[in-house]
């Protein structure tokens, strides 16, 4: 039989599993301060309550690249005008 605390620690580790299958984030297709855009990791689909974007975890993962590649670039731009000046 399994003691208390074994069992709390399996529904423990159901709870993590399921945020890491869903969560909920900050679009990145439209401003917002709140998250409310839905990643469904296990169905491969997203969708936001804000803008109505309705797309895959792959087109996702691709935009929070594109995203991250221009800041990078915004950071370059920056550094070299830093340098001129
Ligand atoms: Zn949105």
């Not at 069992?7 to 409310?36: F, Q």
């Not at 296990?42 to 792959?58: L, N, S």
Request: include cysteine; hydrophobic fraction near 30%.
């Amino acid at each position: 039989m399994r003691s208390l605390l074994q069992r709390l620690l399996m529904v423990l580790a159901r709870w993590r599993n399921r945020d890491i299958d869903y969560m909920r984030v900050l679009c990145p297709w439209h401003k917002e301060y709140t998250g409310s855009c839905h990643v469904d990791y296990r169905r491969g689909c997203v969708f936001c309550f804000g803008c109505g974007k309705d797309t895959t975890v792959e087109e996702y993962r691709r935009k929070l690249d594109e995203i991250r590649r221009s800041r990078e670039q915004e950071v370059r731009d920056v550094r070299a005008t830093t340098d001129v000046a």
